[in-house]
């Protein structure tokens, strides 16, 4: 739950409190938005059938509004004072929209997502000034120094989603709940402006001073950025400029194609449906023209199928392309290309052999099948984090591809299909090299270029040749890879007993602070025993079992510590603890030996302690603490409560050696803790993008900054808490960090992303994301 600055506690409650409350006069207006548009479409029914289904959706509405007024209200304030639970009325955004999760999907589910998708582009278009004006102040009132719009409760995405979830409740049909949803995403926007600008005008008011924006470092600039309004009370211009030019766009390319092929009308044409249903003459004109070429006059009447894996079943690449919405392109490119004839001048080999491909297919399916290849290998050599040899090696294996796809549709669906498998082997492992240049890419690149050569002239009758050539590279990249893993198995392994430790040593601090004794104290104490010491206790019993007598002897120290810097209890038997002081300092020497802490922080704490028993042997009255400049010396050098908890686990000196450990120096760490840091004077590649936070995917390849230059390296391992992270180079070089380093050296810009999802995964995402615009394109 996001929590407010106290100076502003009041106000921001008054202002969440306001605007949930406002979600009943919000749900009214969007029903009158619903009411107008099916009452303007009963008055237009073609025929009774129809109008009868526009008057039940109004029975239905007018039936449903009071407990959908009822119920905004409540949603939103709970959407806004933390996730919302159900995961149904999550928005799918553009930029969330996975290849295989389409899958997943039916049909009502991929229009919904549509739906929403394009109520949350409307709504963020029409509210979009005054938004960026609220999320200063909203910010300001969290106690943010720079604006953070994804931390304004207030969002247009988190309204649709408590709409939504509101709507999806009532027990109507889905067709209507998909068309009362459809016009009130629409109609949200405007609501949305209007409570802005009142919600800001009255912020104001208060006193609430904006937020300002952060300078945003630019590719290439050297660190430098451009900075955001710091004050935008005029909001964001051209918004309304920005409107009239999609609409006029969107305009142009239906006056252009006013008969274009949608999905529904090509499924429609594919099953005979659209048959006498009086079409537009072009559109009926190549249905006929599609059949011929295509299926021949089989395709008007059944007939026993030829081919089991595409005949008989719809093929996999056309239910990708079906769920995507990319047929209309596809079918035009289709038609381009069966009236145009091959120019060879412009035509290269590998474009020569993909057009005669083309021209051998026997049917819709394996057209489309080739279509479905073509789009997936156009993404994946676009990638401009590819190297351009690979690029155009990845363009060479097209040919190999689509003849794959002729007779093998799993291509498209299995993802542990072998052809999948190598294009996505080689792309990922290209990653590894920042240039042409960069050593060992020479070697990596032939040997792959050699590899996969026979497939392109191979007359491919199965995943049977890519297996082998896959298995081939594999071989060869295991051989390499085993001189290297001995040594990054000896950095997992350190890794591993760390936070095997860390587990335990946070056990024992709680056990430690929860004691009686405890809040009597002074706090270095305190601090010492629940930091270092309990890593001394959990490493002894780990090295020798829980009943071990270093243990014993360990875990006997806590009490005797206790009560030593106990200021009464310490005072009442001086002889006691004259006795006492010569074990207690052996046995910290000892146990601070047994995990090699370092000396330096060791003779601070014990000169702090040796304080605090001469304070005691000293006093006659009542005891004296030690000074206050020795205690805050030692409590400096002793960890927290929780370091598993706040991903900042103690790695002992021997396990930072075994897997080269990066601890950043305390300046740094000053530096780095509240704000974000320039990034470092290097230009940024275009292929390198920062992180962002959450949880790295393992495999992912990230760029390191280390004396001043860029390193480019792998994430080959997290602890199973997530605390801990190794890094592999391709030269088999390892570096380790915490959870907290590594955050802290993203906020400084010394790590960046560079891929943390697989290239061909990322290749058929952007292609789903690509239809999701086209559906919104079309819907809008």
Aim: aromatic fraction near 4%.
């Amino acid at each position: 739950m996001t929590v407010p600055s106290p100076q502003y506690a009041a106000l921001y409650q008054a202002t969440i409190e306001e605007a949930a409350s406002g979600g009943a006069a919000i749900m009214g207006k969007l029903v009158v938005a619903v009411r107008k548009s099916v009452h303007a479409r009963v008055g237009t029914a073609r025929d009774f059938r129809e109008r009868e289904v526009h008057e039940e959706s109004l029975k239905l509405l007018s039936a449903q509004e009071p407990e959908l007024r009822v119920q905004y209200p409540q949603a939103l304030l709970a959407a806004f004072s933390g996730p919302v639970l159900s995961t149904k009325a999550t928005v799918l955004s553009m930029a969330e929209v996975q290849f295989d999760q389409l899958e997943l999907m039916d049909e009502v589910q991929v229009q919904e997502s549509v739906t929403m998708a394009r109520a949350q582009q409307m709504a963020m278009l029409a509210a979009e000034a005054s938004l960026t004006e609220l999320n200063t102040l909203i910010c300001a009132t969290l106690g943010l120094a720079t604006v953070r719009p994804e931390r304004n409760p207030l969002r247009p995405d988190v309204y649709l989603q408590a709409l939504k979830l509101v709507v999806e409740r009532a027990p109507v049909p889905a067709a209507v709940r998909l068309d009362w949803l459809t016009t009130m995403g629409v109609a949200l926007g405007a609501e949305l402006r209007e409570l802005y600008t009142r919600l800001a005008e009255r912020m104001r008011a208060e006193g609430v001073v904006a937020a300002g924006y952060a300078v945003v470092p630019t590719p290439g600039g050297g660190g430098a950025g451009k900075a955001q309004p710091s004050s935008p009370q005029g909001g964001m211009p051209g918004s309304t400029e920005r409107e009239a030019h999609i609409a006029a766009e969107l305009a142009t390319r239906r006056a252009a194609d006013p008969a274009l092929l949608t999905l529904d009308r090509l499924r429609k044409l594919l099953s005979g449906e659209l048959d006498g249903q009086g079409k537009p003459h072009r559109v009926a004109a190549f249905a006929q023209q599609f059949a011929r070429e295509f299926e021949g006059e089989a395709l008007l009447a059944p007939q026993t199928p030829q081919d089991g894996g595409f005949a008989a079943t719809v093929p996999a690449a056309f239910e990708a392309l079906t769920e995507m919405k990319q047929v209309d392109r596809v079918v035009q490119r289709l038609e381009q290309r069966r009236s145009a004839p091959v120019r060879v001048a412009e035509a290269g080999a590998v474009q020569l052999a993909c057009e005669a491909i083309r021209r051998s297919a026997s049917g819709v399916a394996q057209a489309l099948s080739l279509e479905v290849v073509n789009l997936m290998v156009d993404n994946i050599a676009r990638d401009p984090r590819l190297l351009v040899p690979v690029q155009e090696l990845v363009r060479s294996l097209e040919p190999a591809l689509m003849r794959l796809a002729l007779v093998d549709p799993r291509v498209f669906t299995d993802k542990t299909h072998a052809a999948r498998g190598l294009v996505q082997e080689v792309t990922h492992r290209s990653l590894a090299f920042a240039t042409e240049q960069t050593t060992g890419f020479v070697g990596f690149y032939q040997e792959v270029r050699d590899a996969v050569a026979p497939l392109t002239e191979m007359a491919v009758q199965g995943p049977e040749p890519f297996e082998v050539v896959l298995a081939q590279l594999r071989a060869s990249w295991d051989a390499a890879a085993q001189a290297q893993e001995a040594s990054r198995a000896q950095a997992v392994k350190a890794l591993q007993r760390a936070e095997q430790r860390n587990l335990l040593a946070e056990k024992i601090a709680r056990e430690i602070d929860s004691h009686p004794d405890a809040a009597q104290v002074p706090e270095v104490v305190i601090a010492f025993l629940c930091g270092p010491w309990a890593q001394v206790v959990a490493n002894a019993r780990l090295q020798g079992g829980t009943g071990s007598s270093a243990a014993d002897k360990y875990q006997a120290l806590i009490s005797a510590m206790l009560w030593s810097a106990h200021p009464e209890l310490a005072r009442t038997n001086v002889t006691k603890l004259t006795r006492l002081v010569p074990l207690l300092i052996s046995t910290l020497r000892e146990g601070l030996d047994s995990i090699r802490y370092p000396a330096t922080k060791t003779s601070v704490f014990l000169e702090a302690l040796m304080g605090l028993h001469q304070h005691i042997f000293r006093s006659a009255a009542k005891p004296a603490s030690a000074p206050a400049a020795v205690l805050a010396e030692a409590s400096a050098h002793v960890n927290k409560l929780r370091p598993v908890e706040d991903g900042d686990p103690w790695v002992a000196p021997e396990e930072a050696r075994d897997s080269n450990f990066i601890e950043l120096p305390e300046t740094q760490e000053a530096q780095v803790s509240e704000t974000v840091a320039p990034v470092a004077a290097q230009p940024v590649p275009q292929a390198a993008t920062a992180l962002s936070g959450g949880v790295l995917p393992l495999g992912s390849w990230v760029e390191l900054l280390t004396h001043g230059e860029w390193v480019r390296t792998q994430l080959t391992w997290a602890s199973p808490h997530g605390t801990l992270f190794l890094f592999t180079s391709v030269y088999g070089t390892t570096q380790s960090m915490t959870r907290r380093t590594h955050d802290k050296l993203v906020l400084a810009g010394q790590l960046r992303l560079i891929s943390g999802q697989p290239v061909v995964d990322g290749a058929l995402d952007a292609v789903a994301q690509q239809a999701m615009r086209n559906s919104l394109d079309s819907t809008l």
